[in-house]
T-cell receptor, first 111, second 110 residues
Framework: DSGVTQTPKHLITATGQRVTLRCSPR?????VYWYQQSLDQGLQFLIHYYNGEERAKGNILERFSAQQFPDLHSELNLSSLELGDSALYFC??????????FGAGTRLSVL | GQSLEQPSEVTAVEGAIVQMNCTYQTSGFYGLSWYQQHDGGAPTFLSYNALDGLEETGRFSSFLSRSDSYGYLLLQELQMKDSASYFCAVRDNAGNMLTFGGGTRLMVKP
C-alpha cells in the first residue's frame, strides 16, 4: 500500500459528461501529481500541485482542470468527455519529487 | 523538452539476468528514476540515480552515465513475478514533473 488513496476505482460514463476524480496524498506529502495512461501507453504527466498551488502543467486538455485543497487532497475534473478520454488516471504524491508514490488509479470508461 | 527511449519488449528466462536500457534527451536533468508496473496495477518506485554509477537494491541495480545520457536497470535472479513493465523517468530541475519513457515490457519465461 503506497498510502495514496484514489476514488473511485472505476468510473463508467457517457460522452459529453463531466466527472471528478479524487486523490488523497500520503500523510505529510505536499505535492500531488496527476497522470493519464491510455491502453498500452506510457504515463503522460498532466499537472502538479504543491501545497495548494499549481506548479507545472503537462499536456493537459483545456476540458480538464484540477485543484488541491487546504487539506492537501486533490481533485481532477474532466468535462465534455470524449471516447478518447478513456484511460487510467493516476495520482502520485511526493515529498521532494525524487520519489513519487502512486495511487491505485481510477479507470475511466467513456461510452 | 524531455524525451526518453526504451526498448519496447524484453524476454528472459527465470533465474537469468536482464538489462533494460534507457536513453534520454533533456533540457535540464536532475535524476533518473525507475518504476515497475504490473498489468492493471500502479507504478511503484524501484530506484533513483542522481550521480553517475551503480545503485544496488537487492536483486535490482540501476546505472547512470550522465555524459552519455544513458542509464539501465539490471534485474538478477529473475522470477516469474518480475514480469511487468519497467519505466525510466527523468525529473526536471525544479522537481515539478516527471517525464516517463514508453516502458519496457519484461516477460519472464520458465
Amino acid at each position: 500500500d503506497s498510502g495514496v488513496t484514489q476514488t473511485p476505482k472505476h468510473l463508467i460514463t457517457a460522452t459529453g459528461q463531466r466527472v471528478t476524480l479524487r486523490c488523497s496524498p500520503r500523510s505529510g506529502d505536499l505535492s500531488v501529481y496527476w497522470y493519464q495512461q491510455s491502453l498500452d501507453q506510457g504515463l503522460q504527466f498532466l499537472i502538479h500541485y504543491y501545497n495548494g498551488e499549481e506548479r507545472a502543467k503537462g499536456n493537459i486538455l483545456e476540458r480538464f482542470s484540477a485543484q488541491q485543497f487546504p487539506d492537501l487532497h486533490s481533485e481532477l475534473n474532466l468535462s465534455s468527455l470524449e471516447l478518447g478520454d478513456s484511460a487510467l488516471y493516476f495520482c502520485a504524491s511526493s515529498v521532494d519529487g525524487d520519489i513519487q508514490y502512486f495511487g491505485a488509479g481510477t479507470r475511466l470508461s467513456v461510452l | 523538452g524531455q524525451s526518453l527511449e526504451q526498448p519496447s519488449e524484453v524476454t528472459a528466462v527465470e533465474g537469468a539476468i536482464v538489462q533494460m536500457n534507457c536513453t534520454y534527451q533533456t533540457s535540464g536533468f536532475y535524476g533518473l528514476s525507475w518504476y515497475q508496473q504490473h498489468d492493471g496495477g500502479a507504478p511503484t518506485f524501484l530506484s533513483y540515480n542522481a550521480l553517475d554509477g551503480l545503485e544496488e537494491t537487492g536483486r535490482f541495480s540501476s546505472f547512470l552515465s550522465r555524459s552519455d545520457s544513458y542509464g539501465y536497470l539490471l534485474l538478477q535472479e529473475l522470477q516469474m513475478k518480475d514480469s511487468a513493465s519497467y519505466f525510466c523517468a527523468v525529473r526536471d530541475n525544479a522537481g515539478n514533473m516527471l517525464t516517463f519513457g514508453g516502458g519496457t515490457r519484461l516477460m519472464v519465461k520458465p
